[in-house]
């Protein structure tokens, strides 16, 4: 029905299109999306629907269960992997925000990470680290059961390298000594001898850029 179509359009996003929802809903029929356009719950224009407004699509979406959104979530972004080309790399930041939502913490990592580097590549520091550090906590608390336990060490001491390094280019230096301080600790309780050099390495540039000599 229609009120159906609608909580799942709200786990898709704000704007969507009729290809991905008729993907992810089960017996679509598109007289529904009609309806809540008549009853103004949606606006469409060139083939996208959006919610009318921000209260509408919040509303909407708190009231899914978190079983069946973490489902969809998953869902949307399975159909956005096969429309990501290197054309439409815009794409990433969507399948970040979606499986990350999802129970597929292998992908959420992925996604997040290659999300992070655009934007830091885009020179979107601060949207960056919003995704690394994103990132960080799905490492920190998901089970990861598709990684063994080295390649989850060396991902998560990565990760933190990348926030330590977009720290320090924001001048964030007590935040970026934080984070180079617990990768170290990480890298020496598993003797990550490379690791701990990089930890080392950059230490002693946040030291040197805050005078720190002695340290």
Do not use: P
């Not at 978190?66 to 969507?94: C, M, N, P």
């Not at 089970?143 to 390298?161: C, P, Q, S, V, Y």
């Not at 990480?186 to 805050?210: C, E, H, M, P, Q």
């Amino acid at each position: 029905n229609s009120r159906r179509l609608l909580q799942v359009a709200s786990i898709i996003g704000y704007k969507f299109n009729v290809d991905l929802l008729n993907a992810v809903v089960e017996n679509f029929q598109k007289r529904y999306l009609d309806e809540l356009v008549e009853e103004e719950f949606l606006d469409y224009n060139n083939n996208e629907y959006t919610f009318s407004n921000t209260n509408i699509y919040e509303v909407v979406y708190v009231i899914n269960l978190d079983e069946e959104l973490r489902k969809i979530h998953t869902k949307v972004g399975e159909y956005l992997e096969t429309k990501l080309t290197t054309e439409a790399t815009q794409i990433i930041f969507d399948l970040a925000r979606h499986f990350s939502e999802s129970d597929d913490d292998y992908k959420a990592i992925q996604y997040l990470e290659k999300a992070g580097e655009k934007l830091f590549n885009e020179m979107q520091l601060r949207e960056s680290l919003g995704s690394f550090i994103k990132c960080s906590s799905v490492l920190e608390t998901k089970g990861l059961h598709k990684w063994n336990d080295e390649d989850k060490i060396a991902k998560k001491l990565n990760i933190f390298f990348k926030i330590g390094e977009i720290y320090l280019v924001l001048a964030s230096y007590n935040e970026a000594l934080e984070i180079f301080q617990k990768a170290e600790t990480i890298a020496n309780t598993f003797n990550k001898k490379s690791y701990i050099a990089r930890s080392l390495d950059y230490l002693g540039k946040v030291y040197n850029l805050t005078a720190k000599y002695d340290q």
